[in-house]
């Protein structure tokens, strides 16, 4: 496989506005990230940006940013509008979408998920999750939970507490690896009827008849025992406090 990695980013995050330059540290959220990707060594790493104050943190950083249209209506999108851009002739075939969200991010977690697609010919998407047994965590509705089979295949994504009974549930990580034409056939579908039900877009390829299949992680990078990604403005102080140098 020769993957690339790819990070959607944008400024227009409602309940955080701003959240890619956010400070952790002397450095704004997106390069974090970024260094999180490297740190994988799993392929090049571009930042795909919607507005001209990310391109310039990322170049500053000594990343690479490719400019996007900031009217694209989803980071998936985005991020294969970034890989037309910069592999008009399909060199990649693997692209990883990593959320610009995730400065805690274990880079492991990412050679995890190409190795899902290495092993397993039939899959189009893998992911990750982690395992939980947190009442607090199961309840919340921020918190994605995906609902697997024993083989590692996806069933469903939702917001909602599942599967019932005893035993922990997976905790969905927002990072996906898709065989390249996997992901233009899923930009080519339109929105389904359950990602706008659940506001979940890894939805849509279920609907659609895509195989996902998810590997389960731990869940402390770096240390930090905060949720994966930053949503809100307590998140993002908690990621502070715990990724202090």
């Given amino acids: 496989m020769n993957p690339v990695v790819m990070i959607p980013a944008r400024m ?3 309940r955080l506005p701003g959240k890619p330059l956010a400070d952790i540290h002397g450095q704004p959220m997106i390069v974090h ?3 999180r990707a490297r740190e994988a060594d799993c392929g090049p790493v571009y930042v ?3 507005q001209d104050g990310i391109r310039d943190a ?3 950083a000594e990343g690479r940013a490719v400019m996007t249209d900031p009217c ?6 985005r991020v294969k509008s970034a890989v037309d851009i910069i592999d008009p002739d399909g060199t990649f075939d693997v692209v990883i979408n990593l959320q610009g969200d995730m400065p805690s991010l274990d880079p492991d977690i990412i050679s995890d998920i190409l190795a899902v697609l290495e092993k397993t010919p039939g899959c189009d998407v893998a992911t990750a999750a982690v395992l939980t047994d947190d ?3 199961i309840a919340n509705p ?9 083989d590692g295949r996806a069933l469903y994504f939702t917001r909602a507490s599942v599967p019932s009974g005893e035993g922990p549930v997976r905790h969905h990580v927002g990072v996906y690896a898709y065989r390249r034409a996997a992901l233009m056939q899923f930009c080519g579908l339109p929105p389904s009827p359950l990602e706008n039900r659940e506001n979940l877009e890894q939805l849509r390829a279920l609907e659609a008849g895509m195989r996902i299949d ?3 992680v731990d869940s402390s990078p770096l240390g930090v025992d905060s949720p994966l990604g930053v949503d809100t403005p307590e998140d993002l102080e908690c990621i502070r406090q715990q990724m202090k140098p």
């Fill in 33 to 35: 990230v970024m260094y």
């Fill in 58 to 60: 990322v170049e500053q």
């Fill in 135 to 137: 009442p607090a965590e």
């Fill in 214 to 216: 998810v590997v389960d």
């Fill in 72 to 77: 694209l209506r989803s980071g998936t999108d």
């Fill in 12 to 14: 227009e995050s409602t």
């Fill in 48 to 50: 795909a940006c919607a």
């Fill in 142 to 150: 921020n918190v994605v939970k995906a609902v697997v089979a024993e």
